[in-house]
């Protein structure tokens, strides 16, 4: 039982590159979320699905989309990467337990846009 | 619009002092507030949930509604207590989807 993984854990970019974003869960989560984490920002949601076959945007859409390619796979992907996207971004499924929501964290992964 | 405030970036306190992690939001429904804690190298935890009113690693926190307050207590910090710890807040209509604070950078002195 992996929980949450993504790949790749690192990742140079030049502006103008694309690149996807890979997360897989193994715990039958029905939500995954992708948010980035900035330093005096905290952790701002990109985008999210709610089940297989939805996604919504967040608060940071701009510059990124997303696939919910099955109910295990949730991909990030930055078409035309900007150096304001240097970021550490972090997957996350949900599970609601007890009456209440835990959201679990991946590894992260730490993009440079150069 | 800010949903969850964390006032202080960096937090400092000796080894054995009482530490408290602030937290205030701004939400008129019913919220789901929950601490969570990244130590260094590794990935985003739950730490505690107000509904479960429980301590964990000898934190607690409690939810005030009426200063809009769930601010993160422990009467005596350890070294690795050292960590990044974000508030986060769950609105009853958004289905679990959490708006984060910006987080408090905790050192624990020897």
């Known amino acids: 039982n992996a929980g949450v993984t993504q790949t790749p854990k690192f990742q140079v970019l030049k502006t103008g590159q694309s690149m996807t974003l890979q997360c897989a869960q193994d715990?039958?989560?029905?939500?995954m979320y992708w948010y980035r984490q900035d330093p005096g920002m905290g952790l701002r949601l990109i985008y999210y699905?709610?089940?297989?076959?939805?996604?919504d945007k967040g608060e940071v859409p701009n510059g990124y989309n997303v696939s919910r390619l099955n109910k295990r796979e949730f991909s990030l992907r930055l078409e035309s990467a900007a150096p304001s996207q240097t970021s550490v971004y972090f997957c996350?499924?949900?599970?609601?337990?007890?009456?209440?929501?835990?959201?679990?964290f991946g590894p992260g992964t730490r993009l440079t846009v150069t | 619009a800010q949903r969850v405030t964390q006032p202080e970036k960096l937090l400092s306190v000796f080894k054995g002092a009482p530490v408290e992690l602030k937290c205030n939001y701004s939400?008129?429904?019913?919220?789901?507030l929950f601490w969570y804690v990244q130590y260094s190298r590794q990935r985003l935890q739950l730490l505690l949930r107000?509904?479960s009113r429980e301590s964990i690693k000898g934190f607690t926190a409690d939810l005030n509604k009426g200063e809009t307050s769930f601010h993160l207590k422990k009467p005596f910090a350890q070294e690795e207590d050292s960590a990044m710890y974000y508030c986060?807040?769950?609105?009853?209509?958004?289905?679990?989807?959490?708006?984060f604070g910006r987080g408090t950078q905790l050192t624990v002195w020897p």
């Open positions: 996350a499924g949900q599970a609601r337990d007890r009456g209440s929501y835990e959201q679990y």
């Open positions: 715990m039958n989560h029905n939500s």
């Open positions: 699905s709610a089940s297989e076959g939805t996604t």
């Open positions: 939400y008129s429904g019913s919220p789901e």
């Open positions: 107000h509904i």
């Open positions: 986060a807040l769950v609105r009853g209509s958004t289905l679990g989807r959490l708006y």
